[in-house]
């Protein structure tokens, strides 16, 4: 490719850095020379791919919302026990379990899990359900060892319950367990500390933990355990990519216009270059939609301006698609005129005339026919005497 391609290609890299300012542009090239093209519009800074997604993974309000939900239903709960209605506490406190457990993928789950659970126990306690107090009690230790009883929240013998458990928890025989995961370098999180890059050995206390394993492009994994003592089997945690993350991967994938076209991710403007030797096309799409492609060729000058977006038309890329498979031929001094063919040269005629008369004329001869032959006697009057 020449020095005009390579001016004109600086010329793209300039003109796309200007719309970069508006949305995120990603050109992709394809066709016999796209390495070519590819190779030239990267280094003069032009976006070939969309970026990576971000290292942490943000997380659906949705998801989010449940965490409210949980914080109403303790109030709730709380609401409950001030009128000692322990039975409606304890409901409202299993559904805000449910519920807590349910979304243990959302950052700081397991501190609501852990407030859910010394609840349970304070409200049990109340009612005078020991043993459910203490797996109450048990279980916020684990979740979260920072939080504790304080004094106006219990009786002072209760709260010494509880702190008696949480030091039985600390020290309960550790649990050891791999965890594994189908995405390379997924982060593993136990009560929000993070443990490290999967596969990682997990260490901790025998009871209730929340474990929670991320990585940039899939949605977060969370999960309420029960871990028991010993060694345990590995753990391997699936890792669902997002929907962002399946359309990136669908749009990377694209190997034709139309497949780009289809799985642009909104807010980028696609520049699709379709190249053939010196020839391409530039097919250039936004949210609202594709403009009509501009043919570059060498020696034409590159546009400064794109045009708009217009209703797709099939024949005009069609037509332009022709002009791109058009071969060209390179310049070179025409050919001399073909000479004339031998019958329309004056020698040969000129031959056959001359041929055809002397035939004519042998022709002639040998039909003549031959003189008559006569024969004619002369007497001499002495040949008469001696008769």
Not at 13 to 41: I, K, M
Not at 164 to 173: G, H, N, S
Not at 202 to 224: C, E, K, N, S
Not at 323 to 336: F, I
Request: hydrophobic share 45%; net charge neutral.
């Amino acid at each position: 490719m020449g020095g005009q391609k390579a001016l004109g290609l600086l010329a793209l890299a300039l003109t796309l850095t200007s719309w970069g300012a508006q949305a995120q542009t990603v050109v992709r090239a394809t066709g016999p020379d796209a390495a070519t093209w590819q190779a030239e519009l990267q280094a003069r800074g032009a976006v070939i791919a969309l970026p990576p997604p971000l290292d942490v993974p943000s997380t659906p309000r949705a998801r989010l919302r449940a965490l409210v939900e949980v914080e109403r239903l303790l109030a709730e709960a709380r609401a409950h026990a001030g009128r000692l209605d322990e039975g409606p506490a304890l409901a409202a406190l299993e559904r805000a379990r449910r519920l807590a457990e349910e979304h243990a993928d959302v950052p700081g789950a397991s501190r609501w899990l852990a407030e859910v659970e010394l609840a349970s126990g304070l409200v049990a306690a109340q009612a005078g359900h020991d043993a459910l107090s203490d797996q109450g009690f048990r279980r916020a230790a684990s979740l979260d060892p920072d939080r504790v009883v304080r004094a106006a929240e219990a009786a002072p013998a209760v709260a010494s319950r509880a702190q008696e458990l949480a030091r039985a928890v600390a020290t309960a025989p550790e649990s050891l367990v791999v965890i594994e995961a189908d995405v390379p370098g997924a982060v593993v999180e136990l009560a929000g500390r993070v443990l490290g890059r999967a596969p990682v050995e997990l260490r901790a206390p025998a009871g209730r933990h929340v474990l929670r394993v991320v990585a940039p492009g899939h949605r977060a994994w969370g999960r309420a355990l029960d871990l028991f003592e010993g060694r345990r089997a590995p753990m391997r945690v699936h890792l669902s990519p997002t929907e962002d993350e399946r359309a990136r991967r669908a749009f990377e994938a694209a190997s034709t216009f139309s497949e780009a076209r289809a799985t642009r991710p909104p807010g980028v403007e696609l520049f699709f270059v379709e190249a053939r030797g010196d020839r391409a096309l530039i097919l250039r799409c936004d949210d609202a939609g594709c403009a009509p492609p501009v043919r570059l060729a060498p020696g034409e000058d590159w546009p400064t301006r794109w045009p708009e977006a217009a209703p797709d038309d099939p024949r005009e890329l069609a037509a332009a698609r022709v002009w791109l498979r058009t071969e060209t031929l390179p310049d070179r001094p025409p050919p001399p005129p073909p000479g004339r063919p031998w019958y329309r040269r004056w020698p040969v005629w000129t031959a056959v005339a001359a041929g055809v008369l002397a035939g004519a004329v042998g022709v002639g001869f040998a039909l003549q026919p031959e003189p008559e032959q006569r024969l004619r006697v002369r007497i001499e009057p002495g040949d008469l005497g001696g008769m």
